[in-house]
C-alpha cells in the first residue's frame, strides 16, 4: 500500500472500510439512477485528493530533494499530475484501482475546484470573474466530436446514459483551487507579519521560495510548479503582489504600484547576495571546526602529515571566512541605509499628504481674519441676546422683597420647630428606654435577694436535720444499755 492510500484511509472518514467497495467502484454509472450516492462518492475522492496534496503526499515528478538544513522533500501542494502514476499510487489490495476516477476530475473541472494548468496559465482572466471558462481542448478532439455525433444519432445524450460507464482517466496536470487560495493567504499574511519596512516586502524569485518554501507543511516544500501557479495567482488574481518573472514586491496599505523598479530588482539582488553570504559564512565556520576537529584527531593518532593538512586548509577557510564576513557586514550596512531611506522616502509622502490635507481644512475655514469675524460677530450675537433678558426682566411684575423676607424668615422659624420637636421626641424615648432598664434591674435584684433567703433556709433545715441525726445516734446505745 502506497503513502498517499495509507494517509487517505488514515486521515478520511468517508474511506471507512465499509464504504471502500463503492468508492472503487464504477459509481459512474448512478450518475442519472442514484445522483445523491454519485455526489457523495465525488466529494469524497475530491476531498481526500485535496487534503492529502495539502499535507504533502504527491511527490513532485519535476524535481527532488530539498534546499533546506533537513532536506526537506518537494511534492506538489497545489498541482497534482493525473495519470497511470496515480492509479498505482490509490490502488487497494482488496479493491483494485479507483475505475470512477476520471469522472471525479471530470465533476471538479466542471465546478472549478480543479483547473487544467495549462489552461490556467495561459487564460488572462481571474479565476474570481463570472467570464473566466473552461474549456478543455481535448474535448475538441476530432475523435470525441466523432463519437458524440454517433451518441446523438442514437438519440443518446452525453452524461444521461444510465449504462455509460466512467471515461478513461486523461492524462493531465490540475491546479487544486482551494490549496491555491489557501497558500496565497498564508504567503500573504506571512510577508506582512514579518516585514518591518517597504524594502522587507521585495524578494528575488529564489529568496521567496526559500522564504516561503513550507508555507503549507513543515517537513515538506512546495514544488516548482507549486510556486509558478502561486506567484500567478498572487499577481494576476488577487493582485497582492507585483511580479515580473525575477522580483517579487508584495503590496501593502495604499501601494498602487504596478510594475517593477530597477530599484526594486537592486534591492532584491541585494537581499538574496545577503542570504547567500550568510549561508557561506555559516557554512565555513562549520568547516573550520570540523578541521579542527581532525587536526586534533591526526595528532592524537600521531599522523603529523593529516594535521599539518587538517590545519593549512583550516587556515584558508578563516581567509575565506574573514573576506565573506568583511563583505557581508558591508551588504548588511548598505540594505540598513537603504531601509532607513525608503522610510524617510515614506514620511516624507506621509508629510505632504498631511500638508495638503491641512491645507484644504484651513481653506475650507476661511484663514484666520473669517474666524476672527464669525468670533465677533457671535459675540455680538450673545450681548444681544443678553439684552433682550435684561428688557423682558423690566417688564415683568414688581415683587415686594420684603414679603420674601418674612415668607423666608417664617420657614426658617417652621423648619426650627419641627427640628426642636423631633430632638425632644428622640429624648423621651431615650428617657423611657432608661426608666424600662433600670426597673429590669430592680426586679432582677429582688429575685436574686429572694433566692438568696431561700438558699439560706434551706441550709438551715439541713443542719438542723443533721443534728437531729446525731443526737438519735446517741441516745439510741443508751437505751440500749
Known sequence: MSGLLSYILTHEDAFRKNRLPSLYSDFALQKSTNPDGYAVNVAAWEHALTNAARAGQFPSSRSTGGTGERQRKKTDHIVIRADETLLREL????????VALASVFDEAIQKRSMVPLQLYRTSGASLQKKQWKLIDPGVLSPWNVMSWGIKQLKGIVVGSDSFESSPRLQVQELVLVENLKEAASRVTKQ????SSSKVDLI?????FMNEFSTVMDDMTELSETDFDVLLIYLSRDSNSIVYDGKTVKFKSGNDTSTQITQQDTTIASIKTLISS?????????????DLNNTAKVALNNKNKVSALSALRSKKLAEQNLKQR?????QLEEIYTKIEQAADQVEIVRVMEASTGVLRGLHAQVGGVEKVEDVVEELREEMSKVDEVGN???EAGPAIDESEIDEELEALENQEQQAKEEKEAEETRNKLAELDSIHQAAKEAARKAEAEQDTASDLAESIGKLSQMSIEDRAERPLESK
Do not use: C, H, M
Open 325 to 329: 564576513s568583511d563583505t557581508l557586514a
Open 277 to 289: 553570504l550568510s549561508q557561506q559564512v555559516a557554512n565555513l565556520e562549520g568547516k573550520i571546526n
Open 91 to 98: 490502488e487497494s489490495p482488496e479493491w483494485g484501482r479507483p
Open 191 to 194: 510577508a506582512l507579519s514579518l
Open 391 to 393: 428688557i423682558l426682566n
Open 203 to 207: 524578494y528575488s524569485k529564489e529568496s
